[in-house]
């Protein structure tokens, strides 16, 4: 099985910055393209960022300029940096890895969310 596991959500005020820590574990082979989502209530889950294995990243619209996705391999964790927050930022944060298990399969995975709350 694989795990991943957020840290780094809270409270800010808007202007304010978070940074939003995932570490996978368990067994597999490869850990390819990661990735942190945002829903916020009412809403469907969006993509924020995407990093590939070797370090191309893809944002959204909204954040480019804002946030910065990066990784570190070696420790199996993606990191998403936020900065100049803005309270239309606020949802529950997932991250999402693609994996290649020992079967040479790959599955997505879910983190378990943190919560971002910006107050104004």
């Known amino acids: 099985q694989v795990r991943l596991v957020e840290s780094g959500g809270g409270l800010v005020q808007a202007g304010g910055s978070l940074r939003l820590s995932c570490r996978a574990s368990?067994?597999?082979?490869?850990?390819?393209?990661m990735g942190w989502y945002c829903q916020a209530p009412g809403k469907q889950r969006e993509l924020v960022a995407a990093?590939?294995?070797?370090?191309?990243?893809n944002y959204a619209d909204s954040v480019k300029g804002r946030f910065t996705i990066s990784r570190d391999n070696a420790l199996n964790t993606v990191f998403l940096q936020m900065n100049s927050l803005k309270p239309e930022d606020t949802a529950v944060y997932y991250c999402?890895?693609?994996?290649?298990?020992?079967?040479?399969?790959?599955?997505?995975?879910w983190g378990q969310g943190t919560q971002v709350t910006v107050s104004s």
């Open positions: 999402n890895a693609d994996v290649t298990r020992l079967n040479n399969l790959d599955y997505k995975y």
């Open positions: 368990g067994s597999f082979f490869s850990i390819n393209a």
């Open positions: 990093i590939t294995s070797g370090g191309s990243t």
